[in-house]
């Protein structure tokens, strides 16, 4: 079993900068690759953002060049450093394992509105 908690989000106007972060705990270490997800508002769960065992990241196209998401190894920690935020990446931000376990975290809203 996994336990994910998610921190971090919040209301930010266009333009602006969050840092996400994500405490996993529980059987993590079958998983290498680890990422964050959203749920905007009428949509699918999409994959943003991915970063391997050996530091490799993957953004989507729409994130490239603004979010870096990295990891602490030792501190089971991920995090997810979104700049030059869109109206369009307001979501609930979760993040799992890729492939993910079935156990999600509750996520973190975010927000960008002016």
């Known amino acids: 079993q996994v336990h994910l908690v998610e921190s971090g989000g919040g209301l930010v106007q266009p333009g602006g900068s969050l840092r996400l972060s994500c405490a996993a705990s529980?059987?993590?270490?079958?998983?290498?690759?680890w990422g964050w997800y959203r749920q905007a508002p009428g949509k699918e769960r999409e994959l943003v953002a991915t970063?391997?065992?050996?530091?490799?990241?993957n953004y989507i196209d729409s994130v490239k060049g603004r979010f870096t998401i990295s990891k602490n190894n030792a501190r089971n920690m991920v995090y997810l450093q979104m700049n030059s935020l869109k109206p369009e990446d307001t979501a609930v931000y979760y993040c799992?394992?890729?492939?993910?376990?079935?156990?999600w975290g509750k996520g973190t809203l975010v927000t960008v509105s002016s």
């Open positions: 970063i391997t065992k050996n530091g490799y990241t």
């Open positions: 529980g059987s993590i270490f079958s998983k290498d690759t």
């Open positions: 799992n394992a890729d492939p993910y376990y079935e156990d």
